[in-house]
């Protein structure tokens, strides 16, 4: 197993970003911290400091290419990378209404390209240090298209599809890949659902689980193993069957 020593996050200032920025804070780790809300980013830069890791707090909004791509340099510059977690993404209910243009696009942009912006400049850096590990944050959501939210889904396939087709490409250049398909876990995405999330999961828990995956170097971490069999079996069924089910399930608002 490897345990990674410099690490750097997107999303790190809420929900499971903010967990696993805690779970890799101690002594001797360098940690860059990356969110868009600077008072909550200080806030977690904070508690991880006091656990005795370096912190690097940086503001930082997935959806700016160049922005992202200068980070990941000059951090990888400070402190050789071991492993990026793009983690940074958003959902967006919409009840009774269908997602808007504007809505569907601002999903997408920050859930797929702003996976994009992370992962290139961080596989450039890896290859030019000879090695790395990326962690891609996807979904359970991600295994069966839902009306309620068709933009969240689409985005989860999509960074997952192509993490896990990473994952053979980058292996050549000694570039570990993991992707992350977690259940409900306690965030601000799940905090405005107001219909029950089954196996509804602690962040910190959450965290664990991801990097005792990652320093297995596990393909797919998924959890909690008993949604991750249902979601398998509901995405095998019958699209006429999966419809009728998915029309039965809550909006999320």
Same mark, same amino acid.
């Given at each position: 197993?490897?345990?990674?020593?410099?690490?750097?996050?997107?999303?790190?200032?809420?929900?499971?970003?903010?967990?696993?920025?805690?779970?890799?804070?101690?002594?001797?780790?360098?940690?860059?911290?990356?969110?868009?809300?600077?008072?909550?980013?200080?806030?977690?830069?904070?508690?991880?400091?006091?656990?005795?890791?370096?912190?690097?707090?940086?503001?930082?909004?997935?959806?700016?290419?160049?922005?992202?791509?200068?980070?990941?340099?000059?951090?990888?510059?400070?402190?050789?990378?071991?492993?990026?977690?793009?983690?940074?993404?958003?959902?967006?209910?919409?009840?009774?209404?269908?997602?808007?243009?504007?809505?569907?696009?601002?999903?997408?942009?920050?859930?797929?390209?702003?996976?994009?912006?992370?992962? *290139?400049?961080?596989?450039?850096?890896?290859?030019?240090?000879?090695?790395?590990?990326?962690?891609?944050?996807?979904?359970?959501?991600?295994?069966?298209?839902?009306?309620?939210?068709?933009?969240?889904?689409?985005?989860?396939?999509?960074?997952?599809?192509?993490?896990?087709?990473?994952?053979?490409?980058?292996?050549?250049?000694?570039?570990?890949?993991?992707?992350?398909?977690?259940?409900?876990?306690?965030?601000?995405?799940?905090?405005?659902?107001? *219909?029950?999330?089954?196996?509804?999961?602690?962040?910190?828990?959450?965290?664990?689980?991801?990097?005792?995956?990652?320093?297995?170097?596990?393909?797919?971490?998924? *959890?909690?193993?008993?949604?991750?069999?249902?979601?398998? *079996?509901?995405?095998?069924?019958?699209?006429?069957?999966?419809?009728?089910?998915?029309?039965?399930?809550?909006?999320?608002?």
């Amino acid at each position: 197993m490897t345990i990674p020593k410099t690490i750097f996050i997107t999303g790190a200032s809420s929900g499971i970003g903010a967990a696993l920025a805690e779970y890799y804070a101690m002594p001797g780790n360098v940690l860059f911290l990356c969110g868009r809300n600077r008072t909550r980013l200080q806030a977690i830069a904070g508690q991880c400091i006091k656990r005795g890791a370096q912190v690097h707090s940086l503001q930082l909004d997935v959806i700016d290419q160049t922005a992202c791509s200068e980070a990941i340099i000059k951090a990888n510059q400070t402190s050789k990378l071991d492993l990026v977690i793009a983690n940074a993404g958003i959902s967006g209910g919409t009840g009774q209404q269908d997602e808007s243009d504007h809505q569907t696009r601002e999903i997408m942009d920050i859930n797929l390209n702003g996976v994009f912006n992370t992962v *290139f400049p961080a596989i450039e850096v890896m290859k030019s240090n000879g090695q790395g590990q990326i962690a891609i944050m996807s979904s359970l959501a991600s295994f069966k298209g839902l009306p309620s939210a068709p933009a969240y889904c689409a985005s989860k396939a999509a960074v997952r599809t192509w993490g896990e087709s990473l994952r053979g490409t980058l292996k050549k250049s000694n570039i570990k890949v993991s992707v992350i398909t977690p259940g409900f876990v306690k965030s601000g995405i799940t905090a405005v659902n107001k *219909f029950p999330m089954p196996f509804l999961m602690e962040s910190s828990k959450a965290a664990t689980i991801i990097g005792k995956g990652l320093e297995r170097n596990k393909a797919r971490i998924s *959890f909690p193993k008993p949604m991750y069999l249902a979601v398998l *079996f509901f995405s095998t069924l019958p699209l006429f069957i999966s419809e009728f089910i998915s029309n039965k399930l809550p909006n999320k608002q």
